[in-house]
Structure formats: structure tokens, C-alpha cells
């Protein structure tokens, strides 16, 4: 199989991990990696751990399990999954996701399959990120494969083809994995929904049976929950200043953005993932009006796996009754459970400049708003 054409995305190969390995212990940049992942030992010595790497799985159980477990350790109070029994080893699927953090949405999913004992999968991760040689050397010596976002339409076209022959041949042929967002870019504003251009993209690479095409593909409806959302605060400044003009990143921010996600306290975090959609399922819910119908179709089948497989926390109730200004949700939190979460968001946002009234609406909402979907597709 000629994977040449896909040589400006693809993650490395274990051929490429060597030199990738001696490049990322020679970095400056490790030093600060090394300091968080082991504190008080030395770097020099793991700095030659990293030249002793010679595959992405030596690498995988060698670092990124170790970051992860120390990234829980630290930063969260509890970390649950569900639904990953029904998994096959020796099958490749397509986990489509929402989208809250950068980094361990998908990063998540790797301890679990780990832990599980299936093989690790295949990330996407945008162009944007890639923002240094050590990030990409970082990324795709992690299967992580790059999304080319800027481009004009051309070439946007031929992007998404490429991305859609990649993923393609990726899970049919090569039964391996991929984990990809629901939509490009976080969910900002807590509202999780699949979108179409992302149904698209993977239409682009299929054989014109809209069936065979979508369950060749084994997608799994991915949700991810955090009680403590990663990156609020910042969520929180991006949504008010759009309120009043395009919002133009700072430069930096996107690393920002990753690094607050990893340091912050989140709490409790849940992953749940549906069982496949079925053959049986798309031919039933999808096969109705025309192309972008069917699309549409697929996109709610999928919306509503992920939004009832979400874990709601006392966080999400507590924020949808201080909006609201009711007690729907009374009964899943205390009185001092209220005290500690104005508290929690009044600290965080003491450093935000603006109208406190509508900072706190908007900061209340990206927490109630996973209530709000629940309530809309008439889940309790």
C-alpha cells in the first residue's frame, strides 16, 4: 500500500521514531516537559530514555502514559469510562467526539484503550497546533495526524479529500483507529453538535452508496465530560468579546489554551462511548431526502448518542439553576455545593475585564448549556 500521498499528514512511522526521538532529547523545549512529568529527577537521564525509544508504542507506554496518569493524579478527583467492552482488537473504527480540550479529549481516549487493552489510536490534531518542530515531532510520534485548515478553495477541496482518504484507508485497510471532533474547533458556549462539513469530509472518500460508505467506517459516537470545565475562563473572554467584534487569537494562545487544559484542576472527568452505528441503523434513520438530508440525518443520530451519553455533573445542575433562577435540579446538589461553585467562578473570573453581570451569565451558560441539550432531545 502506497501511503507516499499522505506524507505531509500522516503520523510518523516506527522507522521515523528513532530520529524524531533524538531530535525531541536534544530540544531545549524537553527541559520543561521533563520538570512537570519528574519532578526532582534528573533530566539528563531521561533525556536518554527518550534516544532508547525506538517505536511509537515504546514511546506511547514510556511517556504519554506516564504524562497521563501524572495529568489525573493532579488534576482530577475521579476519571470513569464506559462502553469500550464491546471493542475488537483487531478492528479499526472511527471515534467522532465533541470537543472540549485540546489535548486530552483524544488523549483521554489513549489511556483508555491502553488501559483496555486495544490498540492505541490515530488523532487528528489542526495545522494551527503544530506550531514548532518539537510539537510535531511531539504529536506524531503520537499518531497524530495534521488537518490542513488554512488554505483557499481550492485547495481546501483537496485537503479534505486527502483527509478523507486517509481516515478511509486508515480504519478498512489498515484496522487502525482514529479519533476525530465533532466539529472544527472546541465547543466553546458547552453546546455539543456534530457537523455536516465533518459528514462531508468522510462522505468525500466513498464509493457513492451513501450505506456502505458510512458503515465501512465503524463510527463510534464519542462523549466526553469534565465537572470542571477545561479552559472556562478563557471560553468565557472568547464568547464576550465576540458579543462585540470578531475575535482575533493573541499569539501564544493556542499553547495557552493546551497548557491551561492540562494544569487545571477538572475534577471529575467520564468518557462513555455508543456501540457502532449499524448498517441496520444508517439504512433506518439516514436514507430519507437527498444527499444533505441524509447527512443531517446521520449528524442527529450521532448528536444524540453523544448528548445522552454525557455525564452531567452537580456543576452542570448548580450553573442551570443559577441561570434560571429555579430549583429544577435541586435535589443533585447542597447548599454548600452552590456556595463553592459561585466562589469557584467568581475567582476565576475576577481577572476578566468587562460587565460582571453578563460574564457570569456567559460562564453559568457553558455549564447549564449541557442541561439545555439534554432537555431538548427530551432526555431527563
Known sequence: MDLHKFDEIRPYTDEEIPPAMQRLANSPQLEGVLAYLYPGESTDYHRERFRNFKTIWDFQKGVMQCALKKILKDTSSGFTFEGFDALEANQGYLFVSNHRDIVLDSALLQLILYLTQLPTSEISFGDNLMSSDFVVDFGKSNKMFKVLRNANPREFY????LLSEYIRIAITQRQSSVWIAQRNGRTKDGFDATEQGILKMFDMSGSNNFVDDFSALKIIPMSVSYEYEPCDVLKTNELYVSRRQKYIKMPGEDLNSILTGIMQFKGGI???IAPVLSRQQIEEFCLTGDRNDRLK????????RIIHNYKLWKTNYIAYDLLHEGHSYAGFYSKADVEAFQSY??????PLEGEKTELEEIFLSIYANPVVNRRRFGMS
Open 297 to 304: 440525518a446521520v449528524a442527529q443520530l450521532m448528536d444524540d
Open 270 to 272: 467520564h468518557i462513555a
Open 158 to 161: 483537496h485537503n479534505s479529500l
Open 345 to 350: 467562578m467568581h475567582y476565576k473570573l475576577s
